[in-house]
């Protein structure tokens, strides 16, 4: 269940998913008094973060976290954490409460049970939460055929994040879970090029979720998916 926004450029997609965003967590602050948001990581939405940023809004009222992480230090090149507090944790948003996933656990299996003590009190359901999906048809770090996806996917889980380790892809991650992601009021794919499309158009044909992870995103009646998309 989705709905797919076209864009002639990254710039026009970026200006309309900001509108999205800034828009969604208004009307929670006003209904609520806060607001939570879960971003991904990767180079896709540093200039959407970026322009997130200098936004006019509540910040201190805005509560943020991350979709997965790798299982790295805060330091280190490959960290979600580190990439949303160099572009979105900035200027005015610099004010938002910030909660990582990762911890000081040796790995994510030992760690993710700490990480989903502290989000018990991360406000749920998200108002905004911000999807991407790899080449492989993964999304969050759910990765086809790695060992723990089936956990990470269980819609009867009551766990709020999971360690995994990708087939196709370094490093050990940490997650959100299937039922977390989907306790959203909106959820947005973010995904630029012709490439992304393919891999789309070719997780609508199948339903083997376990091949494409993406599918129990887009294939499911719980919550209706926003994809933003352009060519480049």
Same mark, same amino acid.
């Given at each position: 269940m989705f709905t797919l926004n076209k864009y002639a450029s990254s710039q026009l997609l970026n200006e309309d998913l900001n509108a999205h965003i800034v828009s969604a967590l208004k009307q929670a602050i006003k209904q609520k008094g806060h607001a939570s948001l879960a971003v991904s990581g990767g180079t896709t939405p540093i200039p959407l973060f970026i322009m997130l940023s200098q936004q006019d809004l509540d910040w201190h009222r805005v509560f943020i976290t991350l979709v997965d992480d790798r299982w790295v230090d805060d330091i280190h090149e490959a960290s979600n954490e580190k990439l949303v507090k160099t572009y979105l944790l900035q200027n005015k948003a610099k004010l938002a409460?910030?909660?990582?996933l990762k911890n000081s656990c040796e790995n994510p299996f030992v760690g993710s049970v700490i990480t989903?003590? !502290?989000l018990t009190k991360f406000p749920m359901p998200f108002d905004v939460l911000i999807l991407g999906m790899g080449e492989d048809g993964h999304t969050a770090s759910l990765f086809p055929r790695a060992a723990n996806l089936a956990a990470g996917l269980d819609m009867q889980s009551d766990r709020k994040v999971?360690?995994? @380790?990708?087939? @196709?892809?370094?490093?050990?991650?940490?997650? !959100? @879970?299937l039922p977390t992601i989907l306790n959203s009021q909106n959820i947005y794919l973010h995904l630029v090029g012709q490439v992304k499309m393919n891999v789309l158009e070719q997780a609508e044909k199948g339903n083997?979720? @376990?091949?494409?992870?993406?599918?129990a995103i887009l294939q499911q009646d719980k919550v209706n998916i926003t994809i933003f998309w352009t060519a480049s």
């Open positions: 409460n910030f909660v990582g989903d003590k !502290l999971i360690g995994m @380790t990708p087939l @196709t892809a370094p490093f050990d991650r940490i997650t !959100l @879970t083997n979720i @376990t091949e494409m992870p993406i599918r």
